[in-house]
C-alpha cells in the first residue's frame, strides 16, 4: 500500500465495522465522533505496515476520522514533535484510548513529556488532565536511563490530583503512582510512602488510588524494572 492519505482511509474503511463502535462503548466507555470500528491490533499492524511517517500522520489527524488519529499516534515519529502540536492534539481528546494512545506512544517519548506532563496536571478538562498523568506512567517506561529524581518530581502532582473523583483522571494518577513504583526498589519505597500520604486525605478518590496502588506496590511479587540497569542491574 502506497502511504498516502487516500490510500491509508481506504483501507481504514475496508476495517470499518459499526458493531465494534457500540462494542467499545458498551465494554470499554470509549465514546468518540466519527468513529469506524476497528480496535487496535488491527491499527498496529497497519501501523506497522507503513512505518513512521510524520507528515502522513499530520495529514490523518486532519481528516477527523476517529481510527485515522489514533493511526497518527502509532505512526509519529516523537522526534517530530512540538509543543504547538502537542497542544493541538490534546484539545481534541475524547476518551481514555486516544488519550493514552497519544500520551504513551508520542507524548511520553519526547524531550517535551515532563514540562507538558507538568502544565497539564492542573488542567481542568478530564482528558487534558488525563494525559498528563498517562504521560508520566509512559514516561516511565520510555525513559530507561533518566535518574529517581526525574520521577520524584512528580509526587507532589500526583498528591495535588488525588482529590479529582472523574474515573479517567483518577485512575490515570493510580496509574502514574504505581508505574514510578516500579522502577526500581528505591523508588518503590518513595511511591508507598506517597500513597500512605495520598491515603490520609478524605477523598473518596484519594482513597481509591492509595489503597490500589499499595495493593500492588507492596506485594512481594511486585515487578520491580530494576531502571536505570546500570545501577540497579550492575555489570559484574
Same mark, same amino acid.
Given at each position: 500500500?502506497?502511504? %498516502? ?9 475496508? @476495517? !470499518? ?8 462503548? +458498551? ?8 468513529? @469506524?470500528?476497528?480496535?487496535?491490533? &488491527?491499527?498496529? =499492524?497497519?501501523? $506497522?505496515?507503513?512505518? $513512521? ?10 481528516t ?15 522526534? /517530530?514533535?512540538?509543543?504547538? @502540536? ?6 481534541? #481528546? =475524547?476518551?481514555?484510548?486516544?488519550? &493514552? ?22 488542567? %481542568?478538562?478530564e ?6 498523568? !498517562? ?7 520510555? /525513559? ?9 518530581? #512528580? ?7 488525588? /482529590? ?6 483518577? $485512575? ?7 508505574s514510578?513504583? +516500579?522502577?526500581?526498589?528505591?523508588l518503590?519505597k ?12 478524605e ?7 492509595? $489503597? ?5 506496590? =507492596?506485594?512481594? %511479587?511486585?515487578?520491580?524494572l ?11
Open positions: 500500500m502506497k502511504p %498516502t492519505v487516500a490510500a491509508v482511509i481506504k483501507e481504514l474503511r475496508a @476495517l !470499518a465495522n459499526p458493531e465494534k463502535v457500540d462494542f467499545k462503548q +458498551k465494554k470499554f466507555g470509549v465514546i468518540a465522533q466519527n468513529a @469506524l470500528g476497528i480496535y487496535q491490533k &488491527d491499527l498496529k =499492524e497497519l501501523a $506497522k505496515e507503513i512505518g $513512521k511517517n510524520s507528515a502522513l500522520a499530520k495529514a490523518l489527524f486532519e477527523n476520522i476517529y481510527e485515522a488519529r489514533l493511526l497518527c499516534s502509532k505512526l509519529f515519529n516523537p522526534k /517530530d514533535l512540538t509543543e504547538d @502540536l502537542m497542544e493541538k492534539w490534546v484539545v481534541t #481528546f =475524547e476518551n481514555w484510548e486516544i488519550c &493514552d494512545s497519544f500520551s504513551m506512544g508520542v507524548f511520553a517519548r519526547s524531550p517535551l513529556a515532563i514540562p507538558k506532563a507538568i502544565e497539564w496536571s492542573t488542567r %481542568t478538562e482528558f487534558e488532565k488525563r494525559a498528563s498523568f !498517562a504521560t508520566i506512567a509512559g514516561y516511565c517506561m520510555a /525513559d530507561k536511563k533518566a535518574a529517581n529524581s526525574t520521577f520524584e518530581q #512528580f509526587f507532589p502532582l500526583l498528591y495535588q490530583a488525588a /482529590d479529582d473523583q472523574r474515573i479517567y483522571v483518577k $485512575k490515570a494518577v493510580n496509574w502514574a503512582l504505581r514510578i513504583g +516500579k522502577r526500581n526498589v528505591d518503590n518513595r511511591a508507598i510512602e506517597e500513597a500512605q500520604k495520598i491515603k490520609q486525605l477523598f473518596k478518590s484519594a482513597q481509591w488510588i492509595a $489503597k490500589d496502588a499499595l495493593k500492588e506496590l =507492596e506485594k512481594e %511479587t511486585v515487578n520491580i530494576d531502571y536505570p540497569r546500570s545501577i540497579y542491574r550492575p555489570k559484574k
